[in-house]
């Protein structure tokens, strides 16, 4: 048989930082130090919302296996009384006696509770942590303002551990900075220009967009220049950005990874101005809580754009309860690749053949000799996710695979990227991607990168009929870009295998690359 191309690792990819991008080491979450963080329970009690989250499966990417959020505004009015909302107190015990029982079904040995600027500035605030300690035996860590920031700057380095920039996380009644850069925070800052807190300013419009303009400048100062990527979080911002969507019909209503520019959040922020708030939120989607606080928000986001000019704006659906799980994390954990270690889970809990990912990835790999790292990332976790499916129904098994793998939970993804992931696994049960209730998602990326998703996703399928077993190594693929010739080596005791099926599916593959294909055997 002939001597097969030996194709070395790919160097790491820049944004994320990760020597071996996880493609190659042994996935960890099997690992006792990621197995300790398989079930993790946190509450975060916010100006606005207390919300339960509990975190399950691969550490490094975690699935929600629950997430409960009740509104209660416990930060409404504390301008004018200084006491939390005695309504949304109320609320917040009924949560967090709810919260703690649930934790109780679950079996969680532990539930991390957190309070941030509500209950840190009440003047009653440690009798409300007290009263929750008495009624369910939960301990509240009040977080300062600067913690606050750490925390949600390290959530979204658990979505980008690579990531640079400044993270500004908006609650109810405060909103934080913190710089990142090479994976760690640095410079924290922590203002009250929540919307609770604005909504509450004696003056109307202009004495907010006065008291905005001055605590913003004040902050620049602090931070310093800041022209990198902008990453927002909070539920404020993932409204305002759902807003954004809707006003330019952009089809893919994923928030996490959504980007926006400093001429766009211009024009939302105008589009919000000029609406009717009820209209607005009937449109968007967007609850009526959440509505109500959008204005005070908006004017923030206007007056943060126009300061800090970043190059872009990136909204990150992980914040400050992600970054308490972070915080558990060894460091080689923190730095593995969020997407191929949730890809790697998935196929260990889901695919017929746990393993055979690895196996696929190096068969149609000579096909991608000269992909770049970014895009070898892709093709990776395809190869880890082209059978997590199978349980699906043959005739929908195609859109399945293409709607799980562009709205799943997955970090470290752009939004072109799940596109073109989605278009691979599509093509992994179709060679056709006509038709479907998607085609207007296919516009978001160019047609090379939808005929490179085509050939990948053929591949998988061809590549999918020749082993039973992931220990097998008897096939090679050779592919000859210049003379356009697509070679397919078996060995005498593969050849079985190559029935009719494998044969239609290598032709379509071929017809794909636009070129000829032979078969070549070889002995065992």
């Known amino acids: 048989m002939a001597d097969q191309t030996i194709n070395n690792p790919p160097s790491p990819v820049p944004e994320t930082g990760v020597a ?3 493609l190659f080491g042994k996935p960890l979450f099997q690992d006792p130090s990621a197995r300790a963080l398989a079930r993790v329970g946190v509450v975060d009690v916010g100006s606005n919302s207390v919300r339960l989250v509990v975190f399950d499966g691969a550490a490094r990417s975690p699935a929600y296996f629950y997430n409960e959020k009740i509104m209660c505004a416990l930060g409404a009015g504390m301008a004018e009384t200084g006491h939390l909302s005695p309504q949304g107190r109320i609320r917040a015990l009924s949560a967090m006696q709810r919260f703690s029982k649930l934790a109780d079904g679950m079996g969680l040995s532990e539930l991390t509770v957190v309070a941030t600027a509500a209950v840190r500035d009440a003047t009653d605030g440690r009798d409300f942590c007290d009263e929750v300690q008495r009624l369910t035996g939960l301990k509240i860590w009040v977080i300062d303002g600067e913690e606050e920031a750490r925390l949600s700057a390290q959530g979204v380095l658990l979505g980008w551990p690579g990531a640079y920039g400044l993270v500004c ?169 969020p997407l191929i270690e949730a890809c790697r889970f998935a196929e260990a809990k889901d695919a017929r053949t746990p393993g055979f990912g690895k196996v696929l990835f190096d068969f149609i790999s000579p096909l991608f000799k000269s992909a770049s790292p970014q895009r070898k990332r892709l093709i990776k976790a395809a190869c880890l996710l082209h059978d997590v499916s199978w349980r699906a129904h043959p005739d929908y098994r195609a859109e399945v695979c293409f709607d799980n793998a562009t709205r799943a939970n997955l970090g470290g993804l752009k939004h072109a990227e799940r596109i073109f992931l989605g278009l691979a696994l599509l093509h992994r049960y179709s060679n056709k991607r006509e038709n479907t209730r998607f085609e207007d998602l296919y516009e978001m990326v160019d047609e090379k990168t939808r005929a490179d998703a085509e050939v990948l996703g053929k591949a998988m399928r061809f590549g999918a009929m020749l082993w039973m077993n992931k220990d097998d190594e008897r096939g090679t693929l050779r592919w000859y870009p210049k003379k356009k010739l697509l070679e397919l080596w078996l060995t005498d005791d593969m050849m079985p295998l190559f029935g009719e099926v494998a044969e239609a599916r290598l032709k379509s593959l071929a017809a794909s690359l636009m070129a000829e294909v032979q078969l070549k055997t070889a002995k065992s």
């Open 20 to 22: 071996d991008l996880g």
């Open 169 to 337: 996380d908006i609650g109810g009644s405060s909103m934080e900075l913190a710089e990142i850069s090479g994976g760690r925070v640095g410079k924290r800052v922590t203002s009250a220009l929540g919307p609770l807190k604005l909504r509450d300013i004696k003056g109307g419009a202009k004495a907010r967009e006065a008291q905005i303009a001055e605590v913003i400048q004040g902050l620049a100062l602090k931070m310093g220049a800041q022209r990198d990527r902008l990453f927002l979080v909070g539920g404020s911002w993932r409204a305002i950005a759902r807003i954004d969507m809707m006003r330019q019909g952009y089809p893919l209503h994923v928030l996490h990874e959504y980007r926006m520019t400093q001429k766009s959040v211009r024009e939302t922020v105008k589009f919000i101005k000029n609406s009717n708030l009820e209209d607005l939120r009937q449109s968007s989607g967007v609850s009526s809580s959440r509505m109500a606080l959008v204005p005070y928000a908006a004017e923030v986001l206007s007056r943060l754009v126009k300061t800090f000019k970043p190059k872009d704006i990136a909204i990150s659906s992980y914040g400050i309860r992600e970054g308490m799980l972070y915080e558990q994390m060894p460091q080689r954990l923190r730095d593995r690749d």
